[in-house]
């Protein structure tokens, strides 16, 4: 079982990329999922979360109203649409189950990781 992200790479500040997270082994479907970033010499960082239904998100400040979590239940992937890229937002990506299918009050309670993507965005 893992997940599998993908979708990052190398883009200019103000540009756009989306992140995609696919599983193998287990279905994604009716669970909580999240983002969480590592940028370099820093700790990995909760960024984004959403529910099972897909009714309640959630997101850290710096992202607000620039990226979008969202799932596609058809598609069994979630996604992470980054907009307005800053070059703050560099670091890798994770993907990240949590084991329910409401959003955990502590955030960082993951169930499985993936392996991450890589967002690097240039000045």
């Known amino acids: 079982v893992r997940l599998v992200e993908s979708g990052g790479g190398l883009v200019q500040a103000g540009d756009s990329l989306r992140l995609s997270c696919a599983a193998s082994?287990?279905?994604?479907?009716?669970?909580?999922m999240g983002w969480f970033r590592q940028a370099p010499g820093k700790e990995r960082e909760f960024v984004s979360a959403i529910s099972g239904s897909g009714e309640s998100t959630m997101y850290v400040d710096p992202v607000k109203g620039r990226f979008t979590i969202s799932r596609d239940s058809a598609k069994d992937t979630v996604y992470l649409q980054m907009n307005n890229l800053k070059p703050e937002d560099t670091a890798a990506y994770y993907c990240?189950?949590?084991?329910?299918?409401?959003?955990?009050?502590?955030?960082?309670?993951?169930?499985?990781w993936g392996q991450g993507t890589q967002v690097i965005v240039a000045s």
């Open positions: 990240a189950a949590y084991d329910g299918t409401t959003i955990p009050y502590y955030t960082d309670r993951v169930d499985l």
């Open positions: 082994g287990r279905t994604l479907n009716n669970y909580a």
